[in-house]
């Protein structure tokens, strides 16, 4: 698989977080799971907003868990109130359960769902109007989930795993900054790109100051995404990480931006993942493993749970920088 790289490499200042973030931000800027470090104050608390796009996000077992937690509390609270009433319900003895809170959250999920409650009925003009009231509640919860469940199916979105860690690994006659990702959904994904960027701290006419490097891909896109696909930045004479060492990383606390964007078949739409990997997130003298499998039927097959594995390597094989990354237009740049 082709690809070749563009060139040297321009420091890009800014990437849309902003000169002063740039500058002032410490520890990642995006999260494993792509989601940015930053916050903003000043918009209130927006707790509707952020559960409903937390409920889009979750995994299905952690949405349903949740959501049936929820709706066991929701009706454990009115079956209190029932009971809180003193004798409110009618006909809980036809129900033959001994404790009477029991009887209550019957009543109480019967109402909440409208599924009925069968023999047991409320007493007294309170427990009709908390009835009425738990009728209501149930009604725009009910349909608050059908819509949430809707939008969760229908949602487009790229279901892309990302190795654990990033590794620079010989390349090509020299070494290479690269990692691994694989498509998790049978959906099928189609003109696949990456933008890799590094960010990190450098002298600059005796300040220290992050800097933005847009990298460099052997291969920058895929037509087809149908198993996995290696990244790979080669580190040559024209690359920012040029003489590169762990050391250099740790102290100029680097981070590698990722950025995917792909057609997503089912819904003809553009999705977008991201991720990032920081300094003590990258391996040395190592290289991923083979994931290719052998199948009865002889179709090309992968094991994704391979995925993450490492080969070792000799100490120093790519500790120590390769030949061809000598004179470096970087190294003009100072290092901090």
């Known amino acids: 698989m082709g690809g070749q790289g563009t060139g040297p490499t321009r420091p890009q200042e800014d990437l849309g977080f902003g000169g002063v973030v740039i500058q002032r931000s410490r520890g990642r800027f995006l999260h494993r799971d792509g ?31 949740w959501t049936a937690g929820l709706l066991l509390l929701v009706n454990g609270v009115f079956a209190l109130g029932y009971l809180a009433l003193g004798p409110a319900l009618a006909g809980t003895d036809a129900l033959r359960v001994g404790d009477p809170f029991l009887g209550a959250l019957y009543y109480s999920i019967g109402v909440f769902t409208s599924l009925g409650t069968g023999p047991v009925y409320p007493v007294g003009e309170t427990a009709i109007w908390l009835s009425i009231l738990e009728t209501l509640a149930g009604l725009l919860v009910v349909i608050c989930l059908i819509g949430v469940m809707l939008a969760r199916m229908t949602r487009p979105r790229a279901s892309i795993r990302f190795t654990h860690s990033a590794a620079v690994a010989p390349y090509d006659g020299g070494r290479g900054f690269m990692f691994r990702l694989v498509n998790q959904s049978p959906a099928e994904l189609f003109e696949v790109s990456a933008q890799v960027t590094l960010a990190w701290f450098e002298e600059v006419d005796g300040r220290r100051e992050r800097r933005f490097h847009p990298l460099s891909l052997e291969r920058p896109s895929v037509e087809f995404f149908t198993l996995h696909w290696t990244v790979v930045h080669p580190i040559t004479s024209d690359s920012p990480l040029a003489g590169v060492t762990p050391e250099r990383l740790r102290d100029a606390e680097a981070e590698f931006l990722v950025l995917i964007t792909s057609l997503e078949s089912t819904f003809s739409t553009r999705v977008v993942s991201r991720t990032s990997y920081i300094w003590e997130e990258v391996r040395w003298d190592a290289r991923f493993a083979d994931v290719f499998v052998d199948s009865p039927d ?34 003009t740049v100072q290092r901090g």
Do not use: M
Not at 39 to 59: E, F, I, N
């Open 298 to 331: 002889g179709v090309i097959t992968i094991d994704v749970e391979r995925l993450d594995r490492l080969d070792r390597l000799p100490e120093g094989t790519t500790r120590t920088p390769a030949t061809s990354e000598n004179g470096s237009t970087a190294a």
């Open 35 to 65: 989601t940015p470090s930053a916050r903003k104050y000043g918009l209130g608390r927006q707790a509707l907003s952020r559960g409903y796009l937390r409920a889009l996000a979750a995994p299905w077992p952690t949405f349903l868990t």
